[in-house]
Nanobody
């Protein structure tokens, strides 16, 4: 079973919105912190948003005010709502999880479970 499976990416025009989803397998959902990362071509992977097991959140400055990370426990799903998208938001978006459920971190080295990514492309 794939631990993490993202969906919801696509191609939109600047100013548009997307909601990314990440379905988590039962084995890693219960007491984990989760996060979204992104990687643009030729650039390093960067943290976008993080949510701990208590619902506390953290956001990168680049998306603060334009994005919301949330989770639906009943559906075992993590979400990232992206609004007012800009061309610089174009990247592969990944969800990640770690068993340190209290963690609020956008450092990729703190996460040990990763999905395969979903592509977001924003045109001007």
């Amino acid at each position: 079973q794939v631990p993490l499976a993202e969906s919801g990416g696509g191609s939109v025009q600047a100013g548009g919105s997307l909601r990314l989803s990440c379905v988590l397998s039962d084995q890693i959902y219960g007491d984990y912190c989760m996060a979204w990362f992104r990687q643009a071509p030729g650039k390093e992977r960067e943290g976008v948003a993080n949510i701990d097991n208590l619902g506390n959140t953290a956001y990168a400055d680049s998306v603060k005010g334009r994005s919301t990370i949330s989770k639906d426990i009943a559906k075992n799903t993590l979400y990232l709502q992206l609004n007012d998208l800009k061309p610089e938001d174009t990247a592969m978006y990944y969800c990640a999880a770690d068993s340190r459920w209290w963690l609020l971190s956008l450092n990729e080295y703190n996460y040990h479970e990763w999905g395969q990514g979903t592509q977001v492309s924003v045109s001007s």
